[in-house]
């Protein structure tokens, strides 16, 4: 039914797609509105340490002007999850045509440094949006930074891949190539087409590039295995791109391009999702492969509805297999063929030890507890919330209190243990908070 209000009319109740089609100058509320969560998480340009008490003003970027929420951020720079509306989470794992995401805009303010607005943020129901903000101290910009994130690649009008062989000739001098598959510390995305030189070249970590590109190309409803197929996919393509040189053997100076016309869309200032978050940091050292080829499969794909691409995996495809009940590896040789296989990387690069191969628990001791302890104190001296600790060796109820605090400050599964994806991930913000690398 219609509602009149401020010389405006409104739609209230469910309302079928074509609706929407017919009548595109309507203003509708849906009373089947569904709700997604935000979390900002603010850093210093500068250092990446977190920016405590940051004011966060929320809206809906249709609206900019009217607030809905006002946050700020604790002493680990992030932000309490906030409720906000989203459409129906059915219309994320199906082609419809309508958007399935709501986007909002956010304004933070802190003293020392310059005011960022953040503009179409995107929350889809029953998902965790997480929107990293990277502020500038006052005196290096001289103004507000606006960043604006573009439609989603499956709800966007996107060039389609140029189709690519699967498996490149190497002959490059390479750097960390032809002898081995590492995982890179950093890959330098140029924000273009290769051939624009006025593009800029931004340096990404590399798990932060994957989990922005699958957020940018695969939606965080969907059922886990397809997510899980879908980050293996981007990973082999980018440590193809790796592993190859492949633009540097042409004469450039970045690792891969944003471009979906050559690779994938990356959207520089964009959230990331907790659900890809945590799959990511689960399999970041996985790629794909085929036998007797050395290196990883460069694993092309398109939406399957706007883009056809047969013996490519098709996104939405890849999502009805998940529903199916398919396993990442089923879905991806559904596609690739019965072949392929899953690797996992000889060495990652820039960590300062390498995961010991089994898990950290209470009762545990020796190098490898003492390695982590002391990462966990160096990352407890920026990040308030992880209690510091002493590193002698032993894991006892301390150190798992701090690991708990750290799990639960980056997102991980709270359980006091230092697995995999825990290890390498306090390895990460160790690198990144005592400047052992370069991450900007």
């Not at 399935?100 to 960022?116: F, H, M, V």
Request: contains cysteine; aromatic residues 12%.
């Amino acid at each position: 039914f219609f509602v009149f209000l401020n010389d405006s009319f409104y739609l209230t109740g469910k309302l079928h797609p074509s609706w929407r089609i017919c009548y595109p100058n309507i203003l509708y509320y849906e009373a089947d509105m569904a709700q997604g969560y935000l979390q900002v998480d603010v850093v210093s340009d500068t250092n990446n340490f977190p920016v405590t008490d940051a004011s966060i003003s929320i809206s809906k970027t249709e609206t900019p002007e009217e607030i809905l929420e006002e946050v700020r951020t604790d002493s680990s720079g992030q932000t309490e999850n906030v409720a906000l509306e989203a459409p129906p989470a059915e219309l994320s794992l199906a082609p419809s045509g309508e958007r399935p995401y709501a986007e909002y805009t956010i304004r933070i303010t802190a003293p020392g440094y310059e005011p960022l607005v953040i503009s179409g943020t995107e929350i889809l129901a029953d998902a965790t949006a997480i929107q990293p903000a990277r502020m500038i101290p006052a005196a290096d910009l001289g103004g507000e930074e606006d960043i604006t994130i573009p439609d989603h690649t499956l709800y966007g009008n996107y060039p389609p891949k140029i189709a690519e062989s699967e498996i490149k000739p190497v002959t490059g001098s390479g750097e960390i190539v032809l002898s081995r598959v590492v995982v890179p510390q950093t890959v330098i995305v140029h924000d273009g087409v290769p051939t624009n030189a006025s593009a800029p070249d931004y340096y990404v970590p590399y798990r932060d590039y994957i989990k922005n590109v699958a957020s940018s190309e695969i939606y965080a409803t969907w059922p886990k295995s397809s997510i899980t197929a879908n980050v293996l996919a981007i990973m082999s393509f980018t440590l193809n791109r790796v592993y190859t040189e492949w633009y540097r053997n042409q004469g450039y100076d970045f690792t891969i391009t944003s471009s979906t016309a050559y690779d994938h869309k990356w959207i520089y200032g964009r959230n990331i999702y907790e659900s890809i978050s945590v799959v990511v940091d689960d399999i970041f050292d996985n790629y794909l492969s085929r036998p007797e080829v050395k290196q990883p499969i460069l694993t092309q794909y398109c939406d399957g509805r706007q883009v056809t691409c047969p013996g490519w995996m098709t996104q939405w495809g890849s999502c009805d297999l998940g529903e199916r009940g398919y396993s990442p590896i089923e879905i991806l040789r559904y596609f690739y063929g019965s072949d392929l296989y899953i690797n996992t990387a000889e060495a990652i690069s820039g960590i300062p030890a390498s995961w010991p191969g089994e898990d950290l628990v209470i009762g545990s001791s020796g190098n490898k507890v003492r390695q982590i302890q002391e990462q966990l104190d160096a990352v407890a001296t920026v990040y308030s919330a992880v209690p510091r600790i002493a590193a002698d060796g032993i894991y006892g109820p301390a150190t798992a209190r701090a690991v708990e605090a750290f799990q639960s400050v980056f997102g991980l599964p709270v359980t006091g243990t230092v697995d995999f994806s825990t290890w390498y991930k306090i390895s990460h913000i160790y690198v990144g908070v005592t400047r052992i690398a370069e991450l900007k």
